[in-house]
Every structure is written in structure tokens, then in C-alpha cells.
């Protein structure tokens, strides 16, 4: 249950300190002090006017639970459930019994079964039920509402992370890629990003089955090639190793790796081909053939290689990266900003990503979108000048763009402002100066 990070409640939302906090939000905060005691009474009183609300439900719940009253409250539910069933009232039995482990697969299951009984068309239900049947190894019962609570509510990202476990465990490898293929492309948080790597990397792993007796042999040529930096010594360790197992799709590439250190791009393309041969489901031999022929400027031939990597491994940030850099140099912008949009979610705190997108905004001339990157980078890092500059330059170029004047003289100020930052602290600007005096002709 922990693994995949799905507590009761969902989402977090701050109130403004500018303004007191209403009850959910206070009881939020409570919550998030731990003090139930002092939060239940304002759920209490909030569910008795939103009686169908899930959310507040998952809410008091979770005060029940941290409370120490999860058995009381189960007591309770059941004695409302035998005067006028409800489905939400089995939907918080349900959560309850899942919050114990002694609970959480029969009991839990047989709760949300019956919510979903009394209403069918309720995502949340296939999605908790699915939860429960997946945390009781039940994998094959639980893919069925899980895919369903994807395709009645597919904007919510994290549905895909345990229809993806639950796909996995039923040995439908394609299917769970495909599930986290769509994850990464709906802003999943940074959990939700770390929850899909571990997963990634167990439905990715090359040494799976990889045989006992030449791991020494393995080691010794990884030490040379990553640690050392002689791949010499390491093509023979890996070359001994297919002496004996000549199939070993991990080894090739390995050994295409070396090859590639010594600048050998025919053996390195002739390993990683084979690699690819004998692993065709493993994005990362697609990638390391797709980076070679980038090393070589063949962007052309290196394309379709990259976007077999993100289809078979959508969690390789790298091959994002390049992707985007590619259909950028095309024009394609469409592409180019899907590529490092993704890249954003899967690397959220890295500036780079966040200023490919905001110049692929920026050449479709979509200011605000450009301006929320270029910001999202100077507000954690205001000393960040190269950032700064470009805000500076953003807007500059707005203001020669606009036709309302009132546009016009809003972007100007704004690029006086950022550009004079920049000139703050490096008076000998050269590109900070030219854009401001540009700024000022008129």
C-alpha cells in the first residue's frame, strides 16, 4: 500500500495566509499536524451538509483512522449502512477497513463492491476497489476495474500507477508501459514520477535471469568501462562473457558502449543492433543506438530510435531530451513542447528542461506560457541570471510584438526591470545592455 503511495486522502490544498482558512481547509491543516481530535468535528459538520462528497469523505475518514477510532468508525458506518445503505457510507467502510492491514483485502473489497453495486458509473470506486484487490494480490481481478476508473476519469494521473503494477503482475509487460506512457504525460507529481521509475526499472531490468556464473565477469568489465575508464581491458571481460551465453542483449550493449569510448561508431552501431535484436523491448538499446547517431549528426537516422526508446522506457529522461531538441530544430513545435513538457514532469527542479519549453513557447507566441517557465526557475533560483536575461529578453521581444500599445508599455516596463536586474549584477552585460538600449529607441 505504502509502495505506490496511496493514502485516503487525495491532494493537498493550502489556504491563503492572507485569510482565514475555511473548515475543510482548517481541518486539512489539523490533519497535517496530526490532531484529528480537533479536525473531526469540522468534517463532522461539513459532511452533514455535503453528504456526497468523496473527498471530505476520504477526509474524515482519514481523521477517524489517525484518531485511533478506525474500529469505532467501522462500528458506526455499519450501524448507518443497516438503517439506509449509501453508497458513500460503504466507500468510508471500505477505506476503513483498508487503513488495517487485517482488513484490507476481503472486507475492503466486499465494501467497495457494494458502492460500486449502488453506483456504478463512480470512478473513485473502481479505482479504491481496484486498490484493494491489488494490495490482496488479487492481480488479475483488479486490472479490470482499475482500467475502468482510468476510462471514466482519465484525467487523474495516478490511476495509471496501480493499473501498471497490476498489468505487471499479470505479465502483460506492453500494457503496463503503455499505462505509465500516459502517466507521464498528465503532470503526475514527483511521487507519482518516482513510484513509475521504481516500476520502470523492474519492468526494464536487463539483468533479469542474468546467469550466476558470469556475474564476477560482468562486474570486472563494468568496474573497467564506468569506473576506470579503459574499455579496452572491458571489451574483454564482456567478450569472454558471450564466448559462453552469445545472447546476452545487455552484454552487446555494454560492449557497444565501450566500442562507442573508443570511437568506434561501426562496432558500437553492429553491438547495439544486436542488442536491439535480442532485447527488442528494452527502450535503452534504442536510446544508446539513437545517441551515437546524434554524436555522428545524423539527427535523421537517430529520430526513430529515440522515439522507439520513450515508447518502450517513457521514463528516460534523456531521450526526452534529445527528442525535443530534434523536432525543435525541425520547426515541429508541436512535438518539440510535448517532448520537454514531459521532461518538466520528470524533472521538475531542473532549469534546462523548463527553458526548452519556454523558447518552444515562446516561437509559438505564447508570452504567459514562456514567462510561467522562465519564472518557475528564478523564483526557486533568483540568482539564476542566465534565466533572469531571458525574461528580460521575453518580454523585450513582447513589447516589439504587441499591437496594443497598453501591451506594449506593460512588456517594456518588464523587461526594464528583468534586464536591469541582469545589469545589476554583471554591469558589463553585453546582450543585457543591447536589449535594453533596443528597448529605449524609439
Partial sequence: MCVLGLGLATGCQHGSAARPLDARAQAREYLAKNQPERALPLLEAEA??????????????????????????????LRRNGQTERAVNHYMLGLAYFSRVSDAGTPAVAAFQRALELRPDEPEFHYRLGLALLESEQYAAAVGPLRRAAELAPERAGIRLPLAKALHRTGDEPGAVAALSVLVRKEPSPAEVATARALMNQLADPFTRFPKAAESKLEEGMRYLQELDAPHPAILAFEEILRDYPDLAVVHALMGLAWQRLDDAGRAVEEFKRAIELAPTDGKNHFYLGELYLARQRPEAALPHLEKAVELNPLLDMAWFRLGDIRLERKDLKAAGEAFRVLTYLEPDEAPPRGKLALVLQLEGDWAGAERELKHVVDKDPENLEFTLRLGILFAEQARQSSRPEERREAAAKAEQWLGKVLEAQPENAVASRALQQLKRP
Fill in 48 to 77: 452533514a451538509r455535503a453528504p456526497e462528497d468523496l473527498e471530505l469523505a476520504r477526509t474524515l475518514t482519514e481523521a477517524h483512522v489517525k484518531a485511533g477510532r478506525a474500529e469505532a468508525w467501522i462500528a458506526e458506518l
